[in-house]
């Protein structure tokens, strides 16, 4: 009897033993609740964003031209009647009535083209001559329409304005009432405003080692339906020497976002380096991504 009670006692205590590992093992397994959905969402509106501002820019071969018109006094038909910048992919037309410049890309109907989707409508109007009592050297307003040159669309209105603040050229941009649709074909709608002031790293004239330093705010509501806002917490940091690597993605710099219902999340960019890679913390708990 004695042995069978200590077998017993001994199966007992190997239960106990095991129930406890496994208790043990559970909870260190389960992460804060990292809300993966609206950092991707949040990430898409700022890889929209970016994408549609960088076409834009270079389709009139860069707005450096009105750093020149700060100083020249130039009007902005130095950058609204320049050469615009070949796209095989679409039709792209200009037009000037009633002191208004008129620019449209047109990809037609969604299809494939030099290795991307690409498909709908963008539209820029800026004024030939900016008015008397004008407050910024170039002013343009964009509409997207179903705008495609990549995976995702993008729907809305976007307003440009190009000022000089303390003899340095900032761009104040805002996009409102835009949509985006995803892979999947889900919907993030947001509001968002953006600062870029461009540090020219004391070597104006040349632009391979201009920064693009970014502030700014959106509000959204995600794909699955749940509103959010994102804060620029500390600058995002755009390098013209990556583009050709990393497609202008951010090297540097923090975004804070907050939704209702979780934990707020910390988007960090890293150090300045020219990768694609970010990290989510979330509770303390940091994951880290690349984008495609």
Same mark, same amino acid.
């Given at each position: ?13 190997? /239960? ?11 909870? +260190? ?5 990292? %809300? ?91 004024? /030939? ?48 009432? +835009? ?81 209702? %219902? ?23 708990? +940091? ?6």
């Amino acid at each position: 009897m004695k042995t069978n009670l200590n077998w017993q006692k001994l199966a007992t205590i190997c /239960l106990l033993i095991v129930t406890m590992g496994a208790c043990n093992q559970d909870n +260190t397994s389960v992460n804060p609740d990292i %809300d993966n959905v609206t950092a991707e969402d949040n990430q898409a509106i700022v890889d929209e964003t970016e994408a549609v501002f960088t076409y834009n820019e270079d389709l009139f071969g860069g707005f450096s031209g009105a750093r020149e018109a700060a100083t020249t006094g130039a009007d902005s038909t130095g950058v609204g009647m320049r050469p615009l910048k070949k796209d095989n992919c679409a039709t792209i037309t200009r037009t000037q009535a009633n002191g208004v410049i008129t620019v449209v890309v047109d990809y037609g109907a969604s299809k494939e083209c030099d290795g991307r989707k690409v498909g709908g409508k963008m539209t820029i109007q800026m004024p /030939l001559r900016p008015a008397a009592n004008t407050s910024g050297l170039l002013t343009q307003t964009i509409t997207y329409e179903n705008f495609q040159r990549g995976p995702r669309t993008i729907t809305g209105k976007h307003s440009v304005n190009l000022v000089v603040e303390n003899g340095k050229l900032v761009t104040k941009e805002s996009f409102t009432e +835009t949509s985006i649709t995803t892979e999947n074909g889900k919907t993030i709608l947001f509001n968002s405003t953006k600062t870029r002031k461009t540090d020219t790293k004391g070597t104006p004239l040349n632009v391979s080692d201009d920064e693009i330093v970014i502030t700014g705010f959106t509000t959204a509501t995600g794909s699955d339906g749940k509103t959010f806002s994102s804060t620029i917490t500390k600058s995002i940091i755009v390098k013209v020497a990556c583009k050709s690597t990393s497609g202008g993605f951010p090297v540097a710099g923090t975004i804070e976002i907050v939704r209702p %219902d979780k934990p707020k999340s910390i988007v960090d960019y890293g150090d300045g380096a020219c990768d694609r890679t970010y990290t989510v913390t979330t509770n303390g708990v +940091t994951e880290t991504k690349t984008r495609k």
